[in-house]
């Protein structure tokens, strides 16, 4: 099966990385997959401490585009970390 793979990278402020992993992981990563979205993996990079990475899939274009336009257009992500993160 052929699928879309979409690679985000975040550049970090340093010594953030390990507050933006334990974010990532506890709270952005779960509340992603609780909208249905396919997470392939998630990171820091190995050859850049201010590197991080998240890799989503879809099965095609129109799947990435109709799943990222429900969640970024949620009241969840648009409200903030205050009523994602409760």
């Known amino acids: 099966m052929s699928r879309l793979l979409e690679i985000r990278t975040y ?18 990563v779960p509340f992603i997959r609780r909208k249905g979205m396919d997470i ?12 991080y990475f998240l ?13 990222q336009s429900q969640f970024y257009g949620s009241h969840e992500w648009k409200a903030g970390p205050s009523v994602l993160f409760r």
Do not use: C, P, W
């Open 40 to 51: 392939v993996a998630f990171g820091r990079s190995d050859h850049e401490e201010q590197s």
């Open 55 to 67: 890799a989503r899939a879809y099965r095609n274009r129109e799947a990435l585009e109709r799943e």
């Open 11 to 28: 550049r970090l402020k340093r010594g953030t990385g390990d507050a933006f992993h334990i974010a990532m992981r506890d709270q952005a």
